[in-house]
């Protein structure tokens, strides 16, 4: 659903001004908050996430009601206040310090609110809500990298954008639904330099953290797309 970007450009700007601006690194938001261990496949990079088991799962729709726009409407309506709930936990002071086992957040196709833990135990999430609103409006899903752990090499390769150096790095976004850092070269002959940079200066630096694509201009952006947006 194409119109899920203006709607969530939005929804997000009322998510910053509710937050006191904590929210300004995020890329995107995405229903239920109480599941079991169990794995099942992802939307995404075909990284497994914890099957959601719990009675406030929504039921599943057949296609004209995931079609209808006041259904969608209300999911992401109820979403956006579930997302506001729980980064308003994360905030203190106006400022938003994100827990080192969330991972990101965004709104799925059908308008579902997905947040992403580096847990792959509900039992272990550090920021689980007992908040109706949350519980009742929040899927959690498993993803291998922490947003803080992608926020450090955004805020590192930001230092070398531009004409700062010679590698040609114009643009860096966090994606939280592939949970990637991307980052835009001018060419990408200097993939690897990148690479071998981030490397030498983080030792739990992973090759499927990042992506990089071709870009022009200079921008650093928390890149809000959806899930249909990428794929």
């Known amino acids: 659903m194409k119109t899920v970007y203006t709607k969530l450009a939005t929804v997000f700007l009322v998510a910053i001004l509710v937050v006191g601006g904590g929210f300004m690194a995020h890329d995107l938001i995405g229903q239920d908050g109480t599941f079991d261990a169990n794995l099942s496949e992802s939307s995404y ?24 726009s006041l259904d969608y409407d209300l999911r992401i309506s109820k ?29 799925d196709d059908d308008g579902y609110l997905i947040i992403l833990t580096t847990r792959r135990n509900s039992d272990e999430i550090s920021f689980k809500s007992t908040n109706p609103l949350i519980t009742e409006n929040v899927i959690y899903k498993y993803a291998p ?20 150096s010679d590698l040609g790095i114009n643009y860096t976004g966090i994606l939280d639904n592939r949970n990637i850092l991307e980052i835009g070269l001018s060419d990408l002959k200097t993939t690897d330099k990148v690479i071998t940079l981030l ?17 022009s201009g200079c921008v ?8 249909s947006e990428v794929n």
């Open 45 to 68: 990079s075909g990284e497994p996430s914890l099957k959601n088991d719990s009675t406030n799962k929504p039921t599943p729709e057949n296609t004209s009601d995931v079609k209808s």
């Open 79 to 107: 979403g956006v206040g579930a997302f506001v709930a729980l980064i308003g936990g994360f905030t203190i002071d106006g400022v938003c310090v994100y827990p080192d086992d969330y991972a990101g957040g965004y709104f």
């Open 145 to 164: 990298h922490s947003y803080n752990s992608l926020k450090s090499l955004q805020a590192f390769l930001n230092a070398y954008m531009g004409n700062l």
């Open 199 to 215: 490397k030498s200066n983080f030792g739990e630096f992973d090759e499927s953290m990042v992506s990089f694509v071709q870009h």
């Open 220 to 227: 650093t952006s928390p890149g809000m797309i959806s899930q």
